[in-house]
């Protein structure tokens, strides 16, 4: 548990375009604000089931709509001109020369590495261009080396749905938002790691109501981040694959990795 707390406290700790960016088929609209149930801390099964509960709990998504040939052949369109945008990217330092920065560096064994141009963030908020995503995707491989497996779109949060629509079909993509979080006040961030009950308080595993968050003396955020979406650009031409969101198929323990140092 505390590798997602000092995850968040790297993430909150970033400033400007990149905090308001970052940090993902799953619940519709605004997440469940109950209580997760109480289940043994022996059984693995029963713990993921905890974990994914509660992240369900700080994710929300946009509606799905009824899939349309239009709809179709404009997230194609999408996908062919990010495709030939990245595709330099394949190496990591042509990347990186071009202005892309790792996010949380900090935080080794990343199940995915976001590699975030600062200057696509500003722009991302006011407009789309397919050919110019926030933020490259990564992977590593079995010799260690980073994959390119595709790109993070992003949107204000004050975007409303239709202007999402616009940009990706919300009948093809499902975009995510991360909502309720509670965060220790600027003047305790040493308390990043507590637990109540064997769980975190904080972040995307923590308590997820204003109240809950008073009474353990947070600060509350209705909504962290803006919109953002994937798109797995190399996994074929199947568009249901591309645009596949696997944020809670993770370990959530590992969801940002590991730190490198307390």
């Keep these: 548990m505390a590798r997602s707390a000092l995850a968040l406290a790297l993430i909150l700790v970033i400033p400007g375009p990149l905090f308001a960016q ?5 619940a519709i609209g605004a997440a469940s604000t109950q209580p997760a149930r109480s289940v043994p801390a022996t059984n693995p099964a029963a713990a993921h089931d905890w974990k994914k509960e509660a992240m369900e709990r700080h994710m929300a998504y ?3 709509r009824p899939l349309t040939a239009a709809d179709s052949a404009r997230a194609t369109q999408v996908i062919h001109e990010l495709r030939q945008a990245v595709v ?4 990591v330092r042509v990347a990186e020369a071009d202005g892309y920065e790792m996010f ?14 600062n200057w ?22 079995e010799r260690g080396d980073l994959v390119l497996t595709g790109a993070m779109y992003t949107a204000s949060k004050r975007t409303p749905e239709e202007e999402l629509d616009k940009r990706v079909p919300l009948s093809v993509a499902r975009w995510h938002r991360h909502i309720n979080w509670c965060v220790p006040t600027r003047s305790q ?11 975190p308080v904080f972040g ?13 003396e947070g600060r509350f955020i209705p909504q962290a981040f803006g919109w953002m979406v994937h798109a797995n650009v190399f996994a074929g031409n199947d568009l249901r694959s591309i ?11 590992a969801m940002l990795g590991t730190p490198r140092s307390p």
């Design 204 to 216: 995307p595993l923590g308590v997820s109501t204003e109240k809950e968050c008073k009474a353990a």
């Design 88 to 91: 330099r990217y394949q190496d």
């Design 62 to 64: 946009t509606s799905s």
């Design 243 to 253: 645009w596949h969101d696997d944020h809670m198929e993770h370990d959530h323990d």
């Design 22 to 26: 970052h940090a993902h088929d799953h």
């Design 120 to 141: 696509n963030a500003v722009r991302n908020q006011f407009g789309f261009d397919p050919a110019r995503p926030t933020s490259l995707l990564y992977k590593r491989n």
């Design 189 to 199: 961030k040493d308390r990043w790691y507590e637990l109540k009950d064997g769980r």
């Design 104 to 117: 949380a560096p900090q935080m080794k064994n990343q199940p995915q590495y976001h590699f975030t141009r």
